[in-house]
RNA sequence: GCGGCCAUAGCUCAGUUGGUUAGAGCACUUGAUUGUGAUUCAAGGGGUCGCGGGUUCGAGUCCCGUUGGCCGCCCCA
């Protein structure tokens, strides 16, 4: 048993599990790019301020927190939204919008592990600053569907559910509620789903009861699951500002449907995110089964960038985690196996050979090819053996019979023909084998 | 922070009511094989049985603690 081992919820990558991880942030990086958002990164190490400042305490309790040597209070970062929105909003008047930034990195959290979870894990990221209509939830509804579908993901696998706090706060605000109350009854809707009626028990012990029709409202509002109905649900309700809200839902499922997206989208009001900052839109992606925790969550989140010390300005942004996203992909049977495959295993006879191979060897790879050889003295057999199990397309052979002629031979490993080819040729005989 | 289950080789696991020097398969290395790759055969390396304490003539085995892992609760940005 080794003496050391990673910290409690870190994870080491070994090749083939970094094989993997590269695979998912390979389809990433290229759909985020094709949506035309652009990558960034920061610091991992940030103040604590930056976490407190929009978060409690009990945020805080799940921090990487520490005191560096110059006194100042740091944390790992847990997330990346109040880093970009720090980034955007000290440059927020120079950048051209909209601003469409994204990001692969890793975050730490101090939490217990479960499966899907870890201390360490990594995250795609992106982020829309400075549209405040719901075309900017198209963009990034569009590139969060992509992102699972560029793996082979399908309807059957995922869907995203889709809500809006502000229809929530105008609804029970039309009501004559309060914004505390109202903050509280969506903390209810939150839990609902896994609690029943005990959801409520917060919003009671706070305000002493729960008005029955109240209650009647709430739940028939959380179990809406289409535009129709919640049209037929606020039709009685003479608001400006609902009247408005359902136009930004005509024109952001409106959109959605245009793209093609409409299978992968489900309306679902009873989602509104813990999180206090969320202002507008959010929508969370899950598996079809049930099984495992969110895959994605996103948002609306207008004031951050101002509460962190920059300019108004609007954003949404989502995120994806790798853990449960690699176990989806794992399930479906759609993580590729990853072997890497060498182009030309050079077969060398004996010193004299290896001194001719070499240069070969070298002006092979430097065309960029994958080249591989025995780094000691082996049998010819072992050789063919050991280029076989590298997965070579060719074997070149250096061997006394053939340098004697001035030749090199080339052995097609997947049909085992053989050619001579002079020694100058190598590199363009190769190209031509492995075109052919 | 709370609860359940678990811990023997790199991996998957055997290991009898507590009894001599702790095993198998896979993987790895070497050889059979000094010019031709998926087989076969042989040999080898690798374990203070997670760690610490206790019971016992004797502990991988029983007891306590601890650390780590898996799973769930709280939480989930």
């Given at each position: 048993m080794a003496t050391f081992q990673s910290l409690p919820g870190f994870r080491d990558f070994y090749p083939d599990e970094l094989a993997r991880r590269n695979y998912i942030f390979r389809l990433w990086r290229q759909t985020a790019t094709a949506f035309g958002f652009a990558e960034y990164d920061a610091p991992v190490l940030e103040p604590l301020d930056l976490y407190k400042a929009k978060s409690g305490d009990e945020i805080e309790a799940q921090l990487f927190s520490f005191t560096d040597k110059g006194g100042r209070e740091v944390a790992?970062?847990?997330?990346?939204t109040p880093t970009v929105c720090r980034l955007v909003g000290a440059k927020a008047n120079a950048l051209k919008r909209p601003i469409k930034w994204f990001s692969i990195a890793e975050f730490y959290r101090y939490e217990r592990m479960q499966k899907g979870r870890g201390r360490s894990f990594c995250q795609l990221n992106a982020d829309l600053f400075?549209?405040?209509?719901p075309e900017a939830e198209i963009e990034l509804i569009g590139m969060l569907v992509q992102s699972l579908c560029a793996f082979g993901l399908t309807e059957q696998d995922f869907y995203v559910r889709l809500s809006d706090r502000n229809l929530w706060f105008y609804y029970l605000g039309a009501m004559g509620l309060d914004e505390l109350r109202i903050k509280s009854l969506l903390g209810a809707v939150d839990r609902f789903e896994k609690y029943g009626d005990d959801a409520f028990k917060g919003y009671i012990e706070q305000f002493g009861s729960l008005d029955s029709d109240l209650k009647q409202k709430v739940l028939s509002f959380l179990q809406i699951k289409s535009l129709a109905a919640l049209e037929a649900t606020l039709a009685s309700v003479d608001n400006d500002k609902i009247t408005e809200r359902l136009a930004d839902w005509r024109k952001l499922l409106g959109g959605l449907a245009a793209m093609g997206l409409t299978r992968y989208i489900e309306v679902d009001l009873?989602?509104?995110?813990?999180?206090?900052?969320?202002t507008g839109f959010v929508f969370e992606a899950f598996d079809r089964k049930g099984e495992l925790r969110a895959i994605a969550g996103g948002g609306r989140y207008d004031d951050l960038v101002e509460k962190l010390g920059g300019p108004t300005l609007p954003a949404v942004g989502f995120a994806i985690g790798d853990m449960t996203f690699a176990l989806l992909l794992e399930q479906r049977g759609l993580m590729p196996a990853f072997v890497q495959a060498v182009d030309v295993y050079c077969v060398i006879g004996g010193a004299p050979e290896r001194a001719a191979a070499f240069g070969a060897i070298q002006a092979l790879r430097a065309a960029g090819y994958r080249v591989e050889y025995p780094l000691r003295e082996v049998a010819f057999g072992k050789q063919f053996k050991a280029a076989s199990e590298a997965g070579a397309r060719l074997a070149l052979i250096y061997g006394g019979d053939e340098l004697a002629k001035g030749m090199v031979k080339i052995r097609d490993?997947?049909?085992?023909s053989e050619r001579e080819v002079p020694l100058a040729e190598v590199v363009t005989a190769v190209r031509d084998s492995l075109q052919g």
């Amino acid at each position: 048993m080794a003496t050391f081992q990673s910290l409690p919820g870190f994870r080491d990558f070994y090749p083939d599990e970094l094989a993997r991880r590269n695979y998912i942030f390979r389809l990433w990086r290229q759909t985020a790019t094709a949506f035309g958002f652009a990558e960034y990164d920061a610091p991992v190490l940030e103040p604590l301020d930056l976490y407190k400042a929009k978060s409690g305490d009990e945020i805080e309790a799940q921090l990487f927190s520490f005191t560096d040597k110059g006194g100042r209070e740091v944390a790992l970062r847990p997330e990346m939204t109040p880093t970009v929105c720090r980034l955007v909003g000290a440059k927020a008047n120079a950048l051209k919008r909209p601003i469409k930034w994204f990001s692969i990195a890793e975050f730490y959290r101090y939490e217990r592990m479960q499966k899907g979870r870890g201390r360490s894990f990594c995250q795609l990221n992106a982020d829309l600053f400075g549209e405040p209509g719901p075309e900017a939830e198209i963009e990034l509804i569009g590139m969060l569907v992509q992102s699972l579908c560029a793996f082979g993901l399908t309807e059957q696998d995922f869907y995203v559910r889709l809500s809006d706090r502000n229809l929530w706060f105008y609804y029970l605000g039309a009501m004559g509620l309060d914004e505390l109350r109202i903050k509280s009854l969506l903390g209810a809707v939150d839990r609902f789903e896994k609690y029943g009626d005990d959801a409520f028990k917060g919003y009671i012990e706070q305000f002493g009861s729960l008005d029955s029709d109240l209650k009647q409202k709430v739940l028939s509002f959380l179990q809406i699951k289409s535009l129709a109905a919640l049209e037929a649900t606020l039709a009685s309700v003479d608001n400006d500002k609902i009247t408005e809200r359902l136009a930004d839902w005509r024109k952001l499922l409106g959109g959605l449907a245009a793209m093609g997206l409409t299978r992968y989208i489900e309306v679902d009001l009873g989602v509104v995110r813990g999180l206090a900052y969320y202002t507008g839109f959010v929508f969370e992606a899950f598996d079809r089964k049930g099984e495992l925790r969110a895959i994605a969550g996103g948002g609306r989140y207008d004031d951050l960038v101002e509460k962190l010390g920059g300019p108004t300005l609007p954003a949404v942004g989502f995120a994806i985690g790798d853990m449960t996203f690699a176990l989806l992909l794992e399930q479906r049977g759609l993580m590729p196996a990853f072997v890497q495959a060498v182009d030309v295993y050079c077969v060398i006879g004996g010193a004299p050979e290896r001194a001719a191979a070499f240069g070969a060897i070298q002006a092979l790879r430097a065309a960029g090819y994958r080249v591989e050889y025995p780094l000691r003295e082996v049998a010819f057999g072992k050789q063919f053996k050991a280029a076989s199990e590298a997965g070579a397309r060719l074997a070149l052979i250096y061997g006394g019979d053939e340098l004697a002629k001035g030749m090199v031979k080339i052995r097609d490993m997947a049909d085992r023909s053989e050619r001579e080819v002079p020694l100058a040729e190598v590199v363009t005989a190769v190209r031509d084998s492995l075109q052919g």
